[in-house]
């Protein structure tokens, strides 16, 4: 999808009576600060990182601090994603936590436990990378060295608590990269959700899978996704159990290239609801986005490539709108919007704790 470039921008439609009030996170790729909105698209609140960080991305804590991805300059790999500074910030953009590690990306989560478990990349031993099947390779590339994910989840003091990589538990019979993708990377984990069973969700774009991982034996327990999502991002667990995906669609085996945010039933396998924009293309992210199941039953979408924000109902009619405003330039884009993903939070919930 284009988007319009002399159209409206901040909120451009909002259903009083069947919008879930509340205020929304979210930072611009480039930006130097992270924004608080409320409906009517106003800026209630900013944080701002200490320099040089920029951020990248971030989600309120239920005590009302901001935990923040922050590109650092000292990112190892230079992939999409890579962010190797994680900064706990307070109301006030007061630094009470941060880690460190050039290896670091894409996502993180704070455990019930109170630790924070993160991704990171580590190079291949060779005679696995052989085994890996599928990707394009661009000629001279051929001994190129080839990354793989790891997880490891940090006390607060920094300390390993535990830790997991992909080339001991993942099958390369299993996963197979997209043909349209490099080989540079084997699965390129994009997001990890601790499930209500201590167990981990985790997401992998170049394979287009999400699978979980028991976290006693590190072993897969469940995967699906090839040939049905594509390059998807941001699975979530649901209060009924089921999984909300973004299915991003690039590279969609059947059907065109569009996005679409889809309820997997786990136990079933079973698509049990999705959005689809109308037309199909006025929803539509190469990469990025996510999306949040709100309190009354809405779905709140991050299409991420556009930096358009959208709630719809279960019917999937838009009841909010918001065009992100702000332009910073990224990666040679001069009118770059993209926001990797958002989050809408109530104004009397514990994270707010009534500020604005």
């Known amino acids: 999808m284009g988007f319009p470039i002399f159209g409206s921008t901040g909120t451009t439609h909002w259903d009083r009576e069947k919008a879930f009030p509340g205020v929304t996170v979210y930072t611009t790729f480039g930006s130097d600060h992270v924004n608080l909105v409320d409906m009517e698209g106003v800026v209630v609140h900013t944080w701002t990182p200490p320099a040089p960080l920029e951020p990248y991305y971030g989600f309120m804590l239920p005590n009302g601090n901001l935990s923040l991805r922050c590109q650092s300059g000292e990112e190892q790999w230079k992939f999409g994603g890579a962010s190797a500074t994680i900064v706990e910030l307070d109301w006030d953009s007061n630094v009470v936590w941060r880690y460190d590690n050039p290896a670091i990306h894409h996502d993180h989560e704070i455990l019930k436990n109170g630790n924070t478990m993160v991704i990171g990349w580590e190079p291949l031993a060779r005679e696995l990378v052989a085994k890996i099947q599928g990707g394009a390779v661009a000629p001279g590339e051929e001994e190129h060295e080839v990354v793989s994910d ?77 040939g049905e999502f594509s390059h998807q991002h941001n699975p979530t667990q649901l209060e009924n159990g089921n999984i909300l995906v973004f299915d991003n669609g690039e590279h969609r085996v059947r059907g065109g290239c569009f996005s679409r945010v889809v ?54 009619e838009i009841v909010w709108e918001y065009m992100n405003p702000e332009t910073f330039p990224w990666r040679g884009d001069k009118r770059n919007r993209a926001i990797f993903r958002a989050h809408r939070y109530a104004v009397d919930g514990p994270e707010i704790q009534g500020r604005v």
């Not at 997209?178 to 167990?199: A, I, K, M, P």
């Open 150 to 226: 790891y997880l490891r989840e940090l006390a607060p003091d920094g300390s390993t608590a535990w830790e997991w990589h992909g080339s001991d538990h993942l099958d390369p019979a299993h996963e197979v990269i997209c043909s349209l993708e490099g080989r540079h990377e084997w699965t390129h984990c994009n997001g990890v959700t601790e499930l209500q069973d201590g167990n981990l969700l985790l997401s992998f774009r170049q394979t287009s899978t999400i699978l979980i991982v028991d976290k006693f034996t590190g072993d897969v327990k469940w995967r699906f996704g090839p």
């Open 263 to 316: 309820e997997l039933d786990p136990k079933t396998s079973e698509i049990v609801w999705q959005y689809r924009g109308d037309p199909p293309l006025s929803l539509f992210s190469t990469g990025i986005s996510g999306a949040q199941r709100l309190p009354n039953g809405n779905t709140f979408i991050c299409d991420g490539r556009t930096g358009r924000l959208v709630e719809v109902t279960t019917e999937g």
